[in-house]
Each structure stands twice: as C-alpha cells, then as structure tokens.
C-alpha cells in the first residue's frame, strides 16, 4: 500500500500558497483514496468558481492531464440541473483511462450539452457539516467502478446515483499525467484554498466505509469533534 500524509499547511488566501507533491502520484493506479482536514475561511460565491484542496488536475476545459481532484464548489440557480445542486457543494472527481475527450472529472456546468463533462464525480449536496471556520474531514474514494465521498466519517454521495439520479460512474484505472499534484491550489497553482489543511492522506486503495470512520475517530478529539 502507497500512503502519503502528515502535510501541515496553512492558507492565509494568497495566491501562490500550496503544497507541491510531486508529479506520478495515482498514475495507473486501479483504485485511491483522498483524505484531508479542512477549514474554510471563505466559500466560492459564484458559479463554478473552485476552492482546490487536494489535486492532480490541468484545469483545462477537457482535463487530458487530469487524475483526480477534491474541491469546493458554488453552483446558484442551475437551469439544467436540479435545485439539489445549488449552493455549496464539495466534488470528488476522477479521470481514468477509459474517459473521452470531454470527461473533465470535476466540472459542474449548467449547460444541457454538457452533461457528460461530469462523469464520476461524487456531489455531496450542502453538508450540515460544510460551515465556515468548522473543521470537516473529507474522504474520496475511487474502488475502479464507483466514486464515493465521506464528510466527518459519515457516507454521503456516490456516483452510481447522483442527487438528479444519473449514474456518474467510470471504469478503467486512473490517468497517466506528469501535471503537478498539489495541496491548496489547482495543478497550475491558480484558484487556491483559503483556510488550514494540517492533514493529507492518500492511498493507492479504496478504503472501506469502516476504515473512513476509523481514521475520523482517531483524530476527531484533535480538532475539537
């Protein structure tokens, strides 16, 4: 098992603060996960404006490079989608070897032709858990057929049934990229996080829904949950 961890780091909101992790991290990999503590200073407030947490993506309009990626996200008043995806939402997003030339793997447009830019992306849909200043521990999860995302420990979306009921689902194993992998800003170091990460793991394996709740109940009494 491959684990990376233990990044302690803190955003103040400038434009060129993250945490480079190399260039191969999930390449070919058949299966990950992504874990972090978080605490949002500030929110996106404006459509498709993303906060990076941890990424490998080249947020470019196709996302050829793109591996996966944990952010945050503000949708308002969608047209297309439904209103279960409007406000602040949290994506976990993957891009594998079996995608298309438009599977970006963390991009919510609210185009009607666009509709297959979002394929295995796990939404979780305004978390009672997901304030400002309040700390959440994320985890998304990649087990080679199904996305799945975990606030606090807690279950809450899976590709296979989104909250306007497609399945997002992908197969295949992930990307080959050489983008940069980084904690706090997007691959090319734009549209950072505001808040604290004092903690990132990943794992070339998905965890199950026990070990998330696991790792959360042996760090929860460190950040006051």
């Keep these: 098992m491959v684990k990376i ?12 603060d993250y945490v480079d992790y190399g260039t191969s991290l999930g390449n070919g990999w058949s299966e990950i996960t992504v874990q972090t503590w978080v605490k949002p200073a500030t929110f996106p407030n404006s459509n498709f404006i993303f906060e990076h947490l941890v990424v490998a993506d080249d947020n470019s309009s196709s996302g050829l490079e793109s591996v996966f990626a944990l952010v945050i996200d503000h949708l308002n008043n ?42 295995g992306v796990a939404i979780s849909v305004n978390p009672v858990e997901y304030a400002l200043d309040t700390w959440m521990f994320l985890t998304g999860t990649f087990n080679g057929s199904e996305t ?73 009494s460190r950040f006051g949950l």
């Design 78 to 119: 969608p047209t297309y989608l439904p209103s279960s995806f409007e406000g602040n939402l949290i994506h976990f997003g993957i891009r594998t070897s079996n995608q298309t030339f438009r599977n970006r793997p963390i991009v919510i447009p609210d185009i009607n032709s666009y509709t297959d830019y979002i394929r």
């Design 5 to 16: 961890g233990l990044v302690c780091w803190q955003q103040g909101g400038g434009t060129n």
């Design 148 to 220: 799945k995302l975990y606030i606090n420990g807690q279950f809450k979306a899976t590709s296979n049934n989104q909250p306007d009921d497609v399945n997002r689902s992908l197969t295949g194993v992930l990307n080959t990229s050489s983008i940069n992998r980084r904690i706090g800003s997007n691959s090319n170091g734009a549209n950072p996080f505001t808040g604290k990460i004092p903690l990132t793991q990943i794992y070339n394996r998905a965890l199950s829904s026990t070990e998330v709740l696991q790792n959360y109940n042996a760090l929860k």
